[in-house]
């Protein structure tokens, strides 16, 4: 991982447990004061504070005691607390992998040019075109014309700039058609803004994840990524490169990457989410990225893009330029003629005979049908040998059996064996070589032009039966597989579409069991059958492949899910900590673990590094399986390190789990006390739990003395945690005291949250009076009364302290300097401290100040239409709710405005879902539907099948099924009966219709009935070879 990443990772992770924690409190409707009292109801006391800022950003993240606690009091279930540890693990990554090097200030400096430096590479190893003319060159040219800059390049120099002086870091991607000059606007911005700079280059995702993972990429390098796609589609690693790339480009500043990518169909299909599943979750994380900048590179040049490019090719003498010019005149396709773009698809449309052979022109088809197929990583020469050699005609195959290898040679060099050329003007090649490594083996894309060209025409070679046979036996790349299978059901090719979705599972692909459901037919469809094919079959080629089909066979398929647990127990490495760790985890989810218990991994497995070991602790432990948890403990006891705080901690509850350990639990207690590591605070706070429910008092004051010491006493925030942590636990008085008296005199008084975080610790630890007297006095009079998050903590920590007074003084100076009032919740609470304060006069203009001023589309908004309608501000509730449909809003906001009784405002916010989507596909209507029918709003439902039915596209095949599935879910038959009708007048028929319940062969023939038994069986060594794609590759 790059450096910066892990804690780019835990940042993203701590983002994702608060959203939890706050969806999760949205549900259940509970302000911080009821979840306050559930928790002590449940034995845990939290303060205000700290629930105010666990589910709030911009603050460290809560303990897991805190997240425990919250989650209980809003009625986690076990599934839910499971989710809420994974995820606050992910957020504490020194608890989970051990301490990080804290991360240097960043360098933007150039790093010495171990690479060449942009200025100096030469532009063809960039793949700029050369532009050439239609005839020789007299006397020669230069490798480029000169340069137009456009629009598109300043917005491109203006990406960049930023990054490169260090203040944020930036992908930045220049999107267009082929031949468009987007490769040639990244190579003048980087030689203009960057020349010296070294350019890192790696040739296919292979390389860029070596890069990635050898932390090579920071300030200073350009990491150059032409043709994205080649990184990011589809091809091995590209989910893994992806996310790596996006964590670094978060974590650390000044890092500059840049690349080219086609508008279709690469940025359209990778920034929107799959219609079955989503295997590009993480590419299109990296596109909608905050960190890329995607800079659209038009394919025509506008009126005075024109006459400024003619004053260049006169000023110049460039007589490129002036032809180019020329032969776009009409079309306006300038940049496209500078490298003969037009001229090859010409010369591919003149057909076999022509400028291309017989042989060379059913390779390209081939290569050129296999693009519309999805295949978009380059293309096998077995695999286009076996379906160009079957569209030939028996009068035009060579007799010669290297006689592909010497066709393909001619495509991509330009020259035949008999020195006549295959190229346009001695450059253009109509397919293109592309090696994984120097002197490997070759496969191969057709050129960039020539392809996008004629998808937009809508002129790609359809794909010919010996395609289909040849994809499905040479390719065993799992993602093009699954690709392949889409378009198979697109054309209702169902018994195809099964076969590669079965090698798709066989090579460990995971997300495509639902398509595998749809395609099948009807009429023979036994799901044990299916089932136990997929247990015994299913490619176990990673932890997350393991866990979906795991739970993909769970409760449904009792046998089947047996036989799978066994292969995953059977296959996972004993021995290796951390793969018995991961699949324990995965196991327990649906109650099998003791399968793989059952193998003893506890005394067979390699002592696991103490990060692990606590995990692995933890996970026996919280199942119960104390014996387990014991003997591991007994063989990590000797030399434990006991600087790491999780494994302490959990060494602790396991020796507490055995109940007859109490001298090991003694010694442990003491030595952990002594030595853990009290720079994690948080880590260590959790081992003084465990010492405290150890029934350890000295050992547990030791290690409390140990973390006064070492706390942070700027930090305000972090010592009301410790204060607040401290007097959970009996005898902790002193060591509170200590560092309150050490921390007092460091706070910031001008930030009323701070203030509040060391009122409650002094309150919680019996340290206020005399302390926090000089500092509240202070606080009150001078401190930042404009924002309402402090105004309304410090309140809080003012009227439990008793400062009654104090209290009134804060709130009457909040409300002559106009606290701002946009966090709804927030107003909420300051609503109810003003009336409890005496200052209730000031309610009905604090309220209508709220309404207005409210962030409307704030999840919170909720809280405040609940206490306007319990004040009897009807008409208050009204203009809110007029506000939040105005903002925008989905079924969350139609649930709320029904809660208030604002049904016509509900209906306007279901009007406007109705009305965006009704121009939408049926995808896109299938999920409003489903949404609908879940949120109990049938009504809406039918309204929107009736309007939208009679109009809505049926030229998918997918999102027709999926729309006549949710109409059928919704009890809407009539409608569904009407979108079946519709469908089957349509050329494209949906995926099943009574008509052809077999679907039809590839040769557009209807197909016989056919049944799953009769498919034939995989090979086993395409198995293996599929499997160690995968493995390798680690997308799955």
């Known amino acids: 991982m790059a450096d910066g990443a892990g804690g780019g990772a835990a940042e993203s992770a701590l983002a994702r447990l608060r959203k939890e924690l706050r969806h999760r409190r949205d549900c259940a409707g509970r302000t911080v004061d009821q979840l306050i009292a559930r928790a002590a109801a449940n034995g845990v006391r939290l303060g205000r504070t700290t629930v105010s800022q666990a589910f709030n950003d911009g603050h460290q993240a809560p303990t897991w005691r805190t997240v425990h606690a919250l989650a209980r009091a809003m009625g986690a279930e076990s599934a839910g607390l499971a989710r809420l540890r994974e995820l606050w693990e992910q957020a504490s990554p020194r608890e989970r992998e051990g301490a990080s090097l804290p991360q240097p200030r960043a360098d933007v400096s150039p790093a010495p040019p171990r690479e060449p430096a942009t200025a100096d590479v030469d532009p063809a190893l960039l793949e700029v075109h050369e532009a050439v003319l239609p005839g020789p060159a007299p006397g020669g040219l230069p490798f480029l014309t000169p340069y137009l800059s456009r629009r598109h390049d300043d917005e491109l120099r203006r990406c960049l700039e930023p990054a490169f002086a260090g203040e944020r870091s930036v992908l930045a991607l220049a999107t267009g058609g082929s031949s468009t000059g987007k490769t040639r606007s990244l190579y003048e911005a980087l030689r203009t803004l960057a020349p010296g700079r070294p350019l890192l280059r790696p040739r296919n995702h292979v390389g860029l994840l070596e890069l990635l993972r050898a932390r090579e990429l920071g300030p200073g390098p350009v990491l150059w990524l032409d043709e994205a796609q080649r990184f990011f589609h589809g091809g091995p690693g590209a989910e893994e490169a992806a996310d790596l790339l996006r964590l670094l480009l978060l974590a650390r500043p000044g890092v500059v990457a840049v690349g080219t990518m086609w508008t279709e169909p690469y940025q359209e299909l990778l920034a929107r989410p799959g219609t079955v599943a989503d295997p590009h979750s993480r590419v299109r994380a990296l596109l909608e990225s905050p960190a890329t900048r995607r800079v659209a590179v038009p394919d025509r040049l506008s009126g005075p893009d024109r006459v400024r490019w003619r004053e260049l090719a006169d000023s110049s003498g460039d007589q490129r330029m002036a032809d180019s010019l020329n032969a776009g005149a009409r079309d306006g396709l300038v940049v496209q003629h500078l490298s003969g773009g037009p001229e090859l698809r010409e010369a591919y449309r003149a057909g076999p005979g022509a400028h291309f ?83 490997g083996e070759a496969a191969y894309e057709p050129a960039d032009y020539l392809e996008q060209a004629l998808r937009a025409e809508g002129a790609l070679p359809e794909p010919t039966p010996a395609l289909w046979r040849a994809l499905e036996e040479h ?47 009807r009429e023979t469809w036994r799901g044990e059958d299916v089932m136990g094919w997929i247990a015994d079959h299913a490619g176990l080629v990673s932890r997350d492949s393991t866990r979906l089909f795991l739970w993909s ?88 390190d006991l600087t790491c705080a999780g494994l302490a901690a959990e060494l602790l509850g396991a020796l507490r789990a055995a109940g007859d350990r109490g001298a090991d639990l003694a010694a442990v207690a003491h030595e952990a006390a002594r030595r853990v590591d009290v720079s994690d605070q948080d880590s260590a706070l959790v081992v003084l739990e465990r010492l405290d429910e150890a029934g350890e008092p000295a050992a547990a004051r030791l290690l409390a003395g140990r973390i006064v010491a070492a706390a942070d006493v700027s930090d305000a925030e972090s010592v009301g945690c410790v204060l607040e942590e401290l007097r959970a636990y009996e005898g902790m008085t002193e060591p509170a005291r200590h560092l309150a008296e050490r921390a007092v005199g460091n706070v910031d008084l001008s930030v009323l949250e701070d203030v509040a975080f060391m009122l409650d610790g002094l309150r919680a630890t019996g340290a206020a009076g005399a302390l926090a007297e000089p500092f509240v006095a202070e606080a009150v009079r001078d401190g930042e009364a404009g924002q309402l998050p402090g105004v309304v903590l410090l309140l809080w920590s003012l009227k439990e302290l008793g400062e009654t007074e104090a209290a009134a003084r804060l709130a009457d100076r909040a409300l002559e300097e106009g606290t701002e009032l946009t966090d709804p919740e927030h107003a909420v609470y300051f609503l109810g401290e003003l009336a409890a304060l005496g200052r209730g006069g000031a309610v009905p203009e604090i309220a209508e100040r709220a309404v207005a001023e409210v962030d409307a589309g704030d999840t919170g908004v909720g809280f405040l239409l609940r206490e306007l309608r319990d004040m009897g501000r009807h008409d208050l509730v009204e203009r809110l709710a007029r506000r939040c449909v105005e903002r925008g809003g989905d079924l969350r906001l139609v649930r709320r405005l029904r809660e208030v009784g604002q049904d016509a405002w509900a209906e306007r916010v279901i009007d406007g879902l109705i009305a965006r989507d009704s121009s939408r596909g049926p995808y896109e209507l299938a999920l409003l539907l489903g949404d609908l029918v879940k949120a109990e709003e049938r009504t809406a439902a039918a309204r929107l099948a009736r309007d939208t039915v009679p109009e809505v596209a049926v030229s998918s095949a997918e999102g027709t099924n999926a729309l006549l599935q949710a109409l059928r879910a919704a009890g809407l038959p009539e409608a569904a009966t009407l979108l079946e009708a519709r469908a089957a007048r349509h050329p494209a028929a949906p995926a099943w219709s009574p008509r052809l319940p077999y679907g039809l062969e590839t040769d557009g023939s209807p197909a016989e009935p056919w049944a799953w038994g009769e498919l034939p069986e995989i090979d086993e060594a395409w198995c293996r070879r599929a499997r160690a794609v995968s493995r390798r590759t680690r997308w799955l």
Not at 386 to 408: G, S, T
Not at 482 to 488: D, P, V
Request: proline share 6%; net charge positive; hydrophobic share 45%.
């Open 357 to 439: 052979s017989h042989v060379e022109h059913a390779l390209i088809s081939t290569a050129l049908a296999a693009r519309g197929l999805r295949h978009y990583a380059p293309v096998p020469g077995a695999l286009l040998a076996q379906a160009a050699d079957a569209a030939l005609d028996a009068r035009h195959r060579p007799a010669d059996p290297h006689w592909a290898d010497v066709a393909l040679r001619s495509l991509t060099s330009g020259a035949r064996p008999d020195g006549r050329r295959t190229d346009i003007r001695s450059t253009l090649t109509a397919l293109v070589a592309v090696r994984a490594t120097a002197g």
């Open 475 to 521: 390719t065993t790349d799992a993602h093009l597989l699954f690709a392949a299978a889409h378009e198979a059901h697109w054309r209702n090719f169902r018994k195809q579409e099964v076969r590669l979705l079965r090698r798709a599972i066989a090579a460990g692909h995971p997300h495509v069991l639902q398509s595998l459901m749809f395609a099948l037919p």
């Open 553 to 640: 066979l769970h409760g449904s398929w009792p046998e089947a899910e047996a036989r799978i647990v066994r292969r995953a127990v059977e296959r996972v490495d004993i021995t290796d900590p951390r793969d018995v760790t991961a699949l324990l985890s995965d196991l327990e989810q649906i109650g099998h673990e003791g399968v793989l218990l059952a193998r003893d991994p506890v005394a067979r497995m390699r002592l696991p590094e103490p990060p692990l070991a606590a995990r692995l602790l933890y996970r026996l432990r919280f199942r119960g399986h104390t014996d387990a948890a014991v003997r591991l403990a007994d063989r990590l006891l000797p030399g434990a």
